[in-house]
């Protein structure tokens, strides 16, 4: 009766071995998914930053060189926002298509990408 209690108790402590050990593994896993994504993440907003400064300034360019172009400094900046316009009307309209579904792809493949944990 005794080697019986001594058996379950045995098996008892193993058992909470590998539930710790399985939510040590999980605490892991989501470390490491989470620090993924926020580096990737900032990454991105870096790249954006330097992608929007080149815009500004492209921007400006452009509009001081049609500006020159049409005699009116006005005419070219007019141009340029015109030009933005249209293109933030496009991008709302296919907001969907262009920002929402590859932003929810990117981060489902990074949380459940399987080819990380091989290497």
Same mark, same amino acid.
């Given at each position: 009766?005794? !080697? /019986?209690?001594?058996?379950?108790?045995?098996?008892? *402590? /193993? &058992?909470?071995?590998?539930?710790n050990a399985r939510i040590d593994a999980v605490k892991l896993t989501l470390a490491e998914k989470s620090s993924a994504?926020?580096?990737? /993440?900032?990454?991105? @907003?870096?790249?954006?930053?330097?992608? /929007?400064?080149?815009?500004?300034?492209?921007?400006?360019? @452009?509009? @001081?060189?049609?500006?020159?172009?049409?005699?009116?400094?006005?005419?070219?900046?007019?141009?340029?926002?015109?030009?933005?316009?249209?293109?933030?009307?496009? &991008?709302? @309209?296919?907001?969907? !298509?262009?920002?929402?579904?590859?932003?929810?792809?990117?981060?489902? !493949?990074?949380?459940?990408?399987?080819? *990380?944990?091989? *290497?």
């Open positions: 009766m005794e !080697k /019986t209690f001594a058996k379950v108790e045995e098996l008892a *402590d /193993t &058992v909470k071995e590998y539930v994504i926020i580096a990737n /993440t900032i990454a991105g @907003l870096i790249v954006a930053g330097v992608f /929007t400064l080149f815009i500004v300034f492209g921007s400006i360019a @452009l509009a @001081l060189g049609l500006g020159e172009y049409f005699g009116k400094t006005w005419a070219g900046f007019l141009f340029v926002a015109v030009f933005y316009l249209v293109i933030g009307i496009i &991008v709302w @309209l296919a907001r969907v !298509k262009l920002i929402r579904l590859p932003l929810m792809n990117a981060f489902i !493949k990074q949380l459940f990408n399987e080819e *990380d944990e091989a *290497d």
